[in-house]
Structure formats: C-alpha cells, structure tokens
C-alpha cells in the first residue's frame, strides 16, 4: 500500500468522524456546492483547464466515451497528499495568487459539481472516487441524502502508474458543461500546455501552441491564427496578425482573466491580466482596482505601439483600429465597461504623449507619407478608404492634424506625388471658391496645376476670385478669441463647439445629443426662434454626409426650424456652415442599402457662419 493511498484513508476517516461530530455541516457543504455548480456550469473545461497549466502540463487530452462519461487527462505532476486535501475541502487550494499559478481559489476542481454524478480520478499510482451513494454508505446516511458531491473520497485503491493525472467523469443526463468543447483563445495566456486534444467517436481535433516573446501561433484544423504579444506592467495583450486569428477575436475584442471571459474591450485585441471577476468568472468587476490596472496596463502597451509604427504589430493595429466599428459610440456610452474603460485610457495615453505623425484630411499615397513623416507613419491611417475612420480616429485619440497651409510652403513639394498635388489643389481651390479665401503665390501654383490636370476645369486665378456663394469670409491671417477654429480647438465634439459659438453670436442652444431624439442641439436662434439643429463634420465643402430616415423624417415634418450646422475642415481653416436641408431644389440621394439620405452638392445652398 502506498503512502498516497494510506494518506487518504486516513482523510477518509477523518472526514467521517467529523460528519458524526457536526451532521448539519454536510448539508450546508452541499448547498454551497449547488450553488457553486449553478454559478460555474459554463465554466468546467477552462477551471479544469487552468488547472492542468498549473499543474505544468504541455498535453492535455478530452475524451469522449459515449453514454455521458468523458475522460480529461494532463500529463503535468503528479498529486500528492496536499492536493488530494485540497480537493475534498471546501474552497482549499494549494496555490497562492500572484504566484506561477494562474488558479488560486480551490473551486477549479469542484465546478466539476456543476455536471458529474460520479467522478474517478488516478493519479501517482492511487485511484479513488468521488460518488454520493458511495459516500452516503460510508456516513450511515440514507441514499438520496443531502451530501456533497466532492468531499468523501471512496474506492480508494492502489492503480496503475499513470503519466501525470485523469478524471473520469460520469456526468448527470442532460448536463456536460460542453468537457469537449474549449474555445482555441483560451490557450492564448497559458503557461504550460502547448496541445489539447479533444477525441469523440474515433476522430480527434487538436490545438498546437507555439509560444515565443512577442507572437503567439495557435494551429489548428482549420489553419494557423496568429497572435503578436504585448506587454506592459499587469497585462498581456494579444492582437490578431491574420484573419484567422481576426475571426476568433471579434471586431469588439475579448477579455480574460488568463482565460477568455464574457466582457469586450472594444477594439478586436484580446486583453488579459490578473483581474477580478465576478463569481462565475465569466465577468470583469470593472470597478475593482486590480481590473482597472490591467485595462490601463493594456492601454500603455497599445499607445505605446501604436506611436511607433513600423514593425507589422504596430500597422496591424491601425489597420484594425481603422477597419473596425466606430469606437467613439463606446466613449459616449452610459455605464462604465471593460470597453469604456480600456478606450479612455487610451485616449489618454495618447493625448498625453501624442505621436510624431498627425491625421491627414486628405489621403496620401506610400510614398507621401515617408515624405512628409520621415519618422514613420502608419500607412493605413492616410489610405482612401481610411479616410471617415481615420477623423474618427484623430477625434478619439486626439491626433494632431496635418497643416498643408506649412507643407505648401515648406520644401518638401516637389517630392509629393501627382496624386497629392491634385487633391491638394482642388482642395485650396475649393476653400477659395466656397470659403473666400486668398490664396498665396504657392497655393495658386498648386491651384492652378491641378486645373491643368482637369480638362474644363476653372483656372486658380479665376477660383481665387470666385465670391463665396453667400457670405464670403475674411482671409485667415490671425485667429482671434471667438472665431470658430479657437472654439472647434477648445471642444473635443463638433456638437459642443457648435452650439458654444453659436450661443456667443446670440443664439440659446442646448446639447441634446446623447437623447437619440433626431437632432444635436435645440432652443432658440439669435432672433429668439424656435430651431433644433442636427450637426454633421466633413473635410471639404465636397464631401458628402447622411442623414438617418429618423433625421430625414423629423426635418420634413418641420422645415424651417431645422437646420444642418455642417463643420467643414479642421485646424486653423474649420469653418461653419449652417444649412436649411428642405431648401428647394437641394441635391439628395437615397442610399438603399442603409436607408439613408445622402447630401451632395450642398455646399452651394449653405451660408458661413462668421
């Protein structure tokens, strides 16, 4: 008899004798293991999971043997007296946090409650049982007593020698806690184990870990997902380098405590870190320091890499960022969330230390951007397509923005391509022709140049002289206090810089923004009417917006006290212009696929607020 096996008959008797002493406490054991096997039951494979990496596992195998009963095996050390301990006591754990294990609680083993009826389990050369009828004999209770599941060990025997350590389990009809089911992220933050196998009916699938520094690979039936790792103070975190691995991340990304958890963050990254969660460790208590810690950890890390461009994690993640849903509904949002909390530090982050290259309203090819930012910039924040996402992005990462007014001038011109120069100059020659403005001798080049390039197109010098179409504007030789460009700078939403330079000039606004009633901003005009204004941001007096059939059908039932303050450009050359949407013979398209109502030439129908 080994040393194993007499060590547990002895904590066999021992936990008999304290059942005679205090009968009611087994009762109260088993309630609390209900209730634990209620609140874990969709969490069995990752807490036998968490506990197989701890144990130092590299293999770790599930098997289906029909009928409800599943074998989970590890090949990590072997239990001894302490563990066996730990697993007939209540919320024992032989693991301390913040220590190499990831589990520290002494409920990994126990979720088990949550499915099995019977659990067999061998290890060190000794096999026993965790059975209620078998316990019940031991105890003299009748079958069909209040006991709990796992706490009475049974059957205790001498067993083969066996790599490292197995449970059996019989589970209760119509509950299997998905044993066979683990989702391929949760081996993102594991130590330990590199494979984990899972076999039914004769065929198996695997996930093979390859673990380095700075990239994670996970292979699996389907192909590779690829992960690169960042690091910084308590979090980890992974960010999808192919679609693969974009697939299992989500657009709205993952959190984890070490093992994946129901909470996104809100950028397709999977964040994770020693933080607290809730009792069914499926959710973040994101008011918790230890969360907030990590979500700041992670934060620095993403800043940090998203600064410095020019390795393929930093242009993955603009590329993501940039791709992606729309963050700036999470920053607005009520409620304090893993998400909201993660993008405001990294707003922070980056408002605090702000990057060497600045957003550009105006797309630039390759070869522009190693010009005018020779200390690298990511490609896509500038690339076409790019364009509504990266505004998007400069709002929330506050990202300065490129002034062209210093790159007409500076000495870098002729080394911009054909491309740049054409939009560069349509773009002056349209602020001339809408805004008023004067253009220097530099600009009428680039003006002119690129009317050259458009057959039928004015010429600079007749754009230069073109009146704005309703109220021209004073050409921008200084900024004074009040002038729309310092107010747009001092508020970080067009809404709110709208509504404190119009209330300057005599109106009497309101932000209603945040109460989804079809407009931005309501109250009165500077003559004391009744107006309610919807607020829209475009880079140049071409550009199209939309409106919602929300937005549309509000304006329609009141034409005239309601308008469209539309905030064109960006830095020191942002204008204002306010819009009457039911203006007759306003140009509009319905665009079907999204039910919207799309503006196009509006800007001849606008009048600039000065």
Not at 154 to 161: M, P
Not at 168 to 191: E, N, Q
Not at 238 to 244: D, I, Q, T, W
Not at 564 to 593: M, T, Y
């Amino acid at each position: 008899m080994s040393d194993l096996v007499r060590h547990l008959i002895a904590l066999q008797d021992t936990l008999v004798r304290e059942h005679a002493q205090a009968p009611g406490l087994f009762g109260e054991i088993a309630r609390m293991e209900n209730l634990l096997a209620d609140t874990y039951r969709n969490r069995v494979p990752y807490e036998l999971l968490q506990n197989s990496d701890d144990a130092g596992s590299a293999s770790v195998v599930i098997e289906d043997l029909g009928g409800g009963r599943y074998t989970w095996s590890n090949d990590g050390r072997l239990l001894d007296a302490g563990d066996v301990e730990a697993l007939c006591r209540s919320a024992s754990s032989t693991k301390l946090r913040g220590g190499d294990s990831i589990g520290y609680r002494g409920i990994g083993f126990k979720s088990l409650a949550a499915v099995a009826a019977r659990i067999e389990v061998r290890s060190a050369g000794v096999a026993f049982t965790f059975d209620k009828e078998a316990a019940a004999a031991l105890l003299g209770e009748p079958s069909g007593a209040s006991l709990p599941l796992i706490r009475i060990p049974a059957g205790i025997r001498d067993g083969d020698r066996t790599e490292g350590t197995s449970f059996t389990i019989t589970c209760r009809p119509g509950a299997d806690g998905g044993l066979h089911s683990i989702d391929p992220v949760s081996a993102l933050f594991l130590r330990n184990v590199t494979r984990i196998e899972t076999r039914s009916n004769g065929s198996g699938r695997q996930v093979r870990v390859d673990r380095g520094p700075s990239e994670v690979v996970l292979h699996l039936h389907e192909g590779e997902a690829r992960f690169g790792v960042l690091v910084h103070g308590t979090a980890t975190v992974a960010v999808p380098l192919n679609a693969r691995a974009l697939a299992m991340t989500g657009v709205r990304g993952r959190l984890a405590c070490f093992l994946p958890l129901d909470d996104e963050v809100g950028l397709p990254v999977v964040v994770s870190g020693d933080l607290l969660t809730d009792p069914s460790r499926t959710h973040a208590v994101v008011a918790d320091a230890s969360t907030r810690q990590v979500l700041a950890d992670a934060a620095r890390a993403l800043a940090d890499r998203l600064r410095t461009p020019g390795d393929p994690v930093s242009e993955r993640l603009w590329q993501l960022l940039l791709e992606g849903e729309d963050i700036r509904s999470l920053l607005v949002s009520a409620g304090s969330s893993a998400g909201t909390v993660l993008l405001t530090a990294l707003r922070e982050e980056m408002t605090a230390r702000r990057p060497s290259f600045a957003y550009s309203s105006l797309a630039l090819e390759p070869e522009d951007v190693a010009v005018l930012f020779p200390g690298g910039a990511p490609a896509a924040l500038y690339a076409q397509r790019n364009q509504t996402a990266a505004r998007a992005a400069k709002a929330v990462l506050g990202l300065r923005t490129l002034d062209f007014t210093d790159v007409v001038t500076g000495p870098d011109v002729p080394a911009l391509s054909d491309a740049l120069r054409g939009r560069l100059g349509r773009h002056l020659g349209e602020l001339a022709r809408t805004h008023g403005r004067r253009l220097t001798t530099a600009e009428r080049k680039l003006v002119d140049a690129a009317a050259d390039a458009a057959p039928g197109a004015a010429s600079g010098a007749a754009l230069a002289a073109a009146p704005a179409p309703v109220a021209a504007t004073r050409a921008a030789t200084a900024l004074p206090e009040g002038s729309f460009p310092v107010v747009m700078a001092r508020w970080r939403t067009a809404e709110v810089a709208t509504m404190e330079f119009l209330n300057g000039r005599g109106w009497n606004l309101s932000d209603v923004s945040g109460q989804n009633v079809g407009y931005d901003l309501d109250g009165t005009d500077s003559e004391g009417r009744s107006v309610r204004i919807e607020v829209k941001k475009v880079d140049r007096p071409d550009a199209r917006f939309a409106m919602t059939n929300n937005e549309m059908s509000l304006m329609l039932t009141a034409p005239g006290g309601y308008l469209l303050a539309v905030v064109v450009g960006d830095g020191k050359h942002v204008k204002l212009l306010l819009l009457d949407p039911s203006a007759e013979n306003l140009p509009r398209e319905r665009v079907c696929r999204r039910w919207d109502w799309e503006f196009t030439d509006w800007a001849r129908f606008a009048q600039v607020v000065d």
